[in-house]
Nanobody, 126 residues
């Protein structure tokens, strides 16, 4: 089993920035694709950004391209999401996810992931 713990959420004004972190523990040996997803009230969970174990391949939803950056530190078994130019539409619970897979594999859909964190709230005020 793998446990994921997110941190870094909070309340920020539109145009501001936040940095989310997600650290894995437990059975972390091997290469894990990781990603960030979000779910707003009354909406389905959606992909935000995902990254291969190698860190060389990434995916971004169109709505966050140019504003968000995903990165990872495999030595710390941590993935980050730098969020800049935040908008009220970015308000949601953000979840970290992981899947044991090949080193260069990028997974973009929520149903492809096996492990999930508990989520961290991001609220952007207008």
């Amino acid at each position: 089993q793998v446990q994921l713990v997110e941190s870094g959420g909070g309340l920020v004004q539109a145009g501001g920035s936040l940095r989310l972190s997600c650290t894995a523990s437990g059975r972390t040996f091997g290469s894990y694709a990781m990603g960030w997803f979000r779910q707003a009230p009354g909406k389905e969970r959606e992909s935000v950004a995902t990254i291969a174990w190698s860190g060389r391949s990434t995916y971004y939803a169109d709505s966050v391209k140019g504003r968000f950056t995903i990165s990872r530190d495999n030595a710390k078994i941590t993935v980050y999401l730098q969020m800049n130019s935040l908008k009220p539409d970015d308000t949601a619970v953000y979840y970290c996810a992981a899947k044991l897979t090949g080193r260069t594999v990028v997974l973009t859909r929520a149903n492809e992931y096996d492990y999930w964190g508990q989520g961290t709230q991001v609220t952007v005020s207008s």
